[in-house]
């Protein structure tokens, strides 16, 4: 194993356009080496699948057997079919708890994860019982006539549709790492909802935005405080104990080519915020950015209405994609059309990340590392488990890089 694990690049190549990527959460060091992938195909085909490392994986058992010359950084481990294509995927937060002094992960033998779509969906992965029995074809053949090793059950299928038969496509979701039994979904129908996954019921819904609200995240290191973001260009704060008020942390500016008519629509020329992140290690930052920008905001939510630091001038495209280090707290990989991972330090050389910014953003314009993938750069995760690895996904394939 010592000859593969000093790559630095891992690459899978999906048979279909990928979209969805999230790490593994698990501790385990075989299991953590894992990743969750969802297809973006525009008819009914649409897959969910789990990589896996293939030097991680059981080599005494079939299909590994007298094939070892041929394996792929990446195998298959399991798939599950999906209607429409995957916004988002995360598998379930690791819930460690302490007893004794030891650290205890009271889930170390079962996965969850949850995607949106359409709907809310709760899936399990169990073992495969049949896995090992009859198999004739090898690993870089047509995996759809490869039984895989697990399965991926469908355990539920959230659905809140009060108002009307018609269910409104989700754009995003967080998984609350503080209290695992809560997720928050955002949807193009203005709404956010709060769901008990052990439940399997809505918690409670809110109009969080004007228009589309495009995605979702909670506060780390807290059960009761998510963001939002929306095609209104604002990121929106709210309280779950206290949800008749919200607070606008910040709102973007008119698009540049807005008419002064007296009859424009503001919701038309206002600039959308797509994707919003809390900072894993310091629960006051967060970043977002702006529809075809090539530029990161990072807020403080202790000094609404502007940002205190921007990353600029470095990606030549639009950006896509972005995550937070999981250990520390100045760094932030990026990700865009340009075909550019850029890694950047947030923290400048005075020191005054905490000070109340003045009347423009600090501008950060140099990334820590870059690197080029071989088409756009759609999405991006960060693992918690093994924080050295990033992984990416552009076109078919994915890749986990090393940093």
């Known amino acids: 194993m010592s000859n593969i694990t000093s790559k630095e690049i891992y690459q899978y190549d999906a048979p279909w356009a990928t979209y969805a990527l999230d790490w593994c959460t698990s501790p385990s060091e075989k299991k953590n080496f894992r990743l969750a992938i969802g297809s973006f195909i525009e008819d009914s085909s649409n897959k969910l699948q789990i990589i896996a490392r293939t030097d991680l994986l ?22 599950a079919d999906s209607y429409y294509p995957i916004t988002k995927v995360l598998w379930e937060p690791r819930k460690v708890v302490k007893i004794f002094s030891i650290r205890i992960d009271p889930r170390s033998n079962h996965d969850l994860l949850a995607t949106t779509g359409d709907i809310l969906r709760i899936w399990e992965i169990i073992d495969d019982p049949r896995y090992g029995q009859n198999l004739s074809h090898s690993l870089h053949q047509n995996n759809s006539q490869v039984l895989m090793q697990q399965q991926l059950v469908k355990k539920a299928e959230l659905v809140n549709m009060k108002q009307s038969d018609f269910c409104a496509p989700l754009t995003s979701f967080d998984w609350n790492e503080t209290d695992p039994s809560l997720i928050v979904t955002s949807s193009i ?3 956010c909802t709060v769901w008990n996954v052990e439940t399997n019921q809505a918690k409670t819904q809110l109009i969080a935005h004007d228009s589309d609200v495009y995605d979702v995240a909670f506060m780390h290191g807290s059960a009761d405080t998510f963001a939002s973001v929306g095609a209104d260009g604002s990121v929106r704060l709210f309280d779950l104990r206290s949800l008749e008020h919200s607070t606008i942390l910040y709102e973007a500016p008119p698009a540049a080519n807005s008419t002064s008519s007296s009859n424009a629509n503001t919701s038309t020329t206002t600039i959308p915020l797509l994707r919003l992140q809390f900072n894993r290690m310091n629960s006051n930052y967060l970043a977002t950015f702006h529809m075809d920008s090539s530029a990161v905001q990072i807020l403080d939510i202790r000094y609404p209405s502007a940002p205190i630091a921007e990353l600029s001038k470095s990606h030549s495209g639009s950006i896509n994609c972005l995550c937070w280090s999981p250990t520390d707290a100045n760094q932030i990989a990026t990700g865009g059309d340009d075909s550019q ?3 950047w330090n947030i923290n400048n050389q005075n020191g005054n990340n905490n000070q109340q910014p003045m009347t423009a953003p600090r501008s950060i314009t140099d990334p820590t590392l870059a690197y080029v993938a071989d088409a756009e750069v759609n999405a991006i995760t960060w693992s918690r488990s093994a924080p050295e690895w990033i992984g990416i996904g552009f076109g078919k394939t994915i890749q986990a890089l090393r940093v």
């Open 341 to 343: 991972v850029l890694v």
């Open 58 to 79: 059981d080599h005494s058992e079939p299909p590994f057997l007298d094939q070892q010359k041929n394996l792929n950084d990446f195998t298959p481990v399991a798939e």
């Open 189 to 191: 129908d203005t709404t």
